[in-house]
């Protein structure tokens, strides 16, 4: 069956990186499409990220400039490098694969991961 299962998640200052990983097994990310999305507490969940099977890539309004969405085929593994962090990223990060998606949108699957929890400090 189908696991995503992430990791990376810790605690930073502001200003401070993070990599974020999710590792699938029971699916090729290289034939499909990971999405990365974010809750914080008494928020909605957001997405923050994805890359499709043809590397293409989409980030939220908030991520540009400070995040970056990558896979790695030979680990079956996508990443998402976090930079410049703020307070306001703190959240449960999850990825999710094989949704839907259009060029500014993706729709996830019932295919989710734990979520690994990200914490920055002000």
């Known amino acids: 069956q189908v696991q995503l299962v992430e990791s990376g998640g810790g605690l930073v200052p502001a200003g401070g990186s993070l990599r974020l990983s999710c590792v699938g097994s029971?699916?090729?990310?290289?034939?499909?499409?990971v999405g990365w999305y974010r809750q914080a507490p008494g928020k909605a969940r957001e997405l923050v990220a994805f890359i499709t099977r043809y590397e293409t890539t989409y980030y939220a309004d908030f991520g540009k400039g400070r995040f970056t969405i990558s896979r790695d085929d030979d680990k079956n593994t996508v990443y998402l490098q976090l930079d410049s962090l703020r307070p306001e990223d703190a959240a449960v990060y999850s990825c999710?694969?094989?949704?839907?998606?259009?060029?500014?949108?993706?729709?996830?699957?019932?295919?989710w991961g734990q979520g690994t929890q990200v914490t920055v400090s002000s």
């Open positions: 999710n694969a094989d949704g839907l998606y259009t060029d500014t949108n993706y729709y996830p699957s019932g295919f």
């Open positions: 029971g699916i090729l990310f290289s034939a499909t499409v």
